[in-house]
């Protein structure tokens, strides 16, 4: 059956519309094509890019980016008509799924769906530095983009675009809706004027108050536009959102002048870039108006604990090119709530003497989702801290990932087995998943290039992500010798749940312990590429706790942690005591 997405999809802002072909004999040569055909597996993020260029929500792009467009873009933001575009959109491949390729190849989803068949017309080769350090001004594999990059293929391909089918999605399909059809939505509503609010996080009060304003203050409606693709890792998951987006524009937004869509763009986390590229997307959807936070799109610190971004630079960016995008900025003002007047201000209209309540994300997380408390309601709406809660449980219920890391023989799975008892101690279940027994098992066949190293440490990520997220405690002990990868582990863990242990054992006391002498194979150049030895080990440089085993005792060290996790709130006192 056809996708109901795929019913009117129009380009309204010059762009070519891809092929779609819907029906008909056309469509099920173009099937019967791409069985005979090699296919290409789309990820998450180039499937939700796919479906952007095919209901025009990148117009005028049709097609993924051309090595000119690319470049273009990278340089000066420009694609090669000189239209400007700020965010390279890539279908980037590896040299082995493009053996085989010819003129044209067929481009399946994760459960090899047909999406479409593309007529290869260019590969070109791409650099991951060249494009971080361009596009999003820093290549710290604390962004989460940068260290994503390390799992791209090294080619990307262009070319013509034939779409059988759009991604079929089963949630909330009431509010996924294509460009043409926000805009039809939005023209029932009978205003010249739309402000878009962009997010990727629950809605509290400030927010309502925010985007309420903002729709007064430019004298049109609202489109309330979440971001339901890929966003910053660690966010709150798209469900729970939606479900709060929902639920308070049902009971507290007028339905005359707001209209909720969901958007499954797959952000870049580029800030001022990104804001640009935001208001474009919008743009296509119909806004006139677009609201632009501070640090909008940010994805936080880099590895010196410095904001990736300015706070402004967003806001400066979208104004530099307001006129020539279509589409006019709203800054979001900082609001702050009067408790004795029962209302919200601008911070510069707050009297000098008010009583001002806040609360910040530090404190949302652990005073109260941590504990189990029910935030107030002059912060947030009851429902949305009730879905909240329901997501989030306390701490002390939530899974977490102790990551050890370090030097071959520096102590590692020893101070993990003692770390494993003292927990189940206190009563959690805990998953070792140690190096050596990992490349038995989960990866074996694997060899010791960096590729293959990376490969293997992100299958560790992986497996303790899901542990973590069924909140149970993953144990993981692995030389994991690169920044970039145990990053991405971070990231697929979540930050808040994941303590990254340095055991920093000097190399010296490392090779005396190496009983198995795979230290002096390696100095002997029997063994190449191991770690310490001729290949690099990056030290941690923001490591949760840093161990030192040359006179501390396994039992010590694993006590440590443990007083750290309390300190964390991951015990309760009965849990404490054993």
């Not at 006019?328 to 209209?349: A, C, H, R």
Request: hydrophobic share 40%; with cysteine; charged share 25%.
């Amino acid at each position: 059956m056809m996708n109901p997405k795929t019913a009117s999809l129009v380009t309204p802002y010059g762009g070519n519309l891809i092929n779609l072909v819907t029906k008909g004999e056309e469509r099920l040569e173009l099937i019967a094509q791409a069985g005979r055909l090699p296919s290409i597996q789309l990820s998450t993020r180039a499937l939700c890019d796919l479906e952007l260029l095919a209901t025009g929500a990148f117009s005028p792009l049709d097609r993924f980016m051309s090595q000119a467009d690319y470049e273009g873009v990278l340089q000066d933001m420009r694609l090669r008509s000189g239209i400007l575009f700020p965010m390279p959109i890539t279908l980037t491949v590896d040299a082995q799924s493009l053996a085989g390729v010819g003129d044209a190849v067929a481009l399946r989803d994760a459960r090899n769906n047909l999406i479409a068949v593309m007529q290869v017309e260019e590969v070109f080769d791409w650099n991951p530095q060249t494009e971080a350090s361009q596009v999003l001004g820093t290549t710290d594999p604390r962004h989460p983009l940068v260290s994503e990059m390390i799992r791209w293929g090294r080619k990307a391909i262009s070319g013509a675009l034939k779409v059988v089918d759009l991604p079929q999605y089963f949630d909330f399909i009431q509010l996924r809706r294509t460009p043409a059809q926000v805009r039809a939505g939005l023209a029932e509503l009978g205003f010249d004027k739309v402000v878009a609010f962009q997010t990727r996080n629950p809605l509290h009060r400030i927010h309502e108050e925010l985007t309420k304003r903002a729709a007064e203050e430019v004298g049109g409606s609202l489109l309330i536009h979440p971001v339901v693709g890929m966003t910053k890792p660690g966010d709150v998951d798209h469900y729970s959102r939606v479900r709060i987006y929902r639920s308070l524009t049902e009971r507290y937004y007028d339905p005359q002048r707001t209209l909720l869509s969901l958007l499954p763009l797959a952000m870049r986390m580029a800030g001022p870039r990104e804001a640009v590229w935001h208001a474009i997307i919008r743009r296509n959807y119909g806004a006139t108006h677009f609201i632009v936070g501070r640090d909008h799109a940010g994805p936080g610190k880099d590895s010196t604990g410095k904001p990736f971004y300015g706070p402004y630079d967003a806001q400066e960016l979208v104004a530099q090119y307001a006129d020539e995008v279509g589409v006019q900025p709203v800054y979001f003002k900082e609001l702050v709530y009067l408790p004795d007047q029962e209302k919200y201000v601008e911070v510069t209209q707050a009297p000098p003497d008010a009583r001002i309540a806040t609360i910040s994300g530090t404190q949302v997380r652990e005073e109260y989702l941590a504990k189990g408390r029910l935030l107030p309601e002059w912060f947030t709406r009851k429902e949305t801290a009730e879905i909240l809660m329901q997501m989030y449980p306390p701490l002390h219920q939530q899974g977490f990932c102790i990551w050890f890391t370090g030097l071959s023989g520096s102590g590692k799975s020893t101070t993990a087995e003692v770390l494993t008892s003292l927990l189940l101690e206190r009563g959690r279940q805990v998953t070792v998943l140690d190096g050596d027994v990992v490349r038995t098992h989960l990866s074996k066949g694997l060899g010791f290039s960096q590729e293959d190293r990376d490969t293997n440490i992100l299958r560790i990520g992986f497996v303790a992500s899901e542990i973590v997220r069924h909140s149970g405690v993953a144990v993981c002990a692995a030389v994991s010798p690169y920044r970039a990868a145990r990053n991405e582990c971070r990231k697929m863990v979540g930050t808040e749940r994941f303590i990254e242990v340095f055991v920093d054992t000097p190399i010296d006391v490392c090779e005396q312990r190496d009983v198995k002498g795979m230290y002096a194979r390696a100095r002997r150049g029997e063994i190449k590429g191991f770690t310490g030895v001729d290949d690099p080990y990056e030290n941690p440089t923001d490591a949760e706790m840093v161990l030192s085993t040359v006179d501390i005792t396994p039992e010590e060290n694993a006590r440590r942690i443990i007083a750290y996790l309390e300190e964390r709130g991951f015990f309760t006192v009965d849990g404490a005591r054993g």
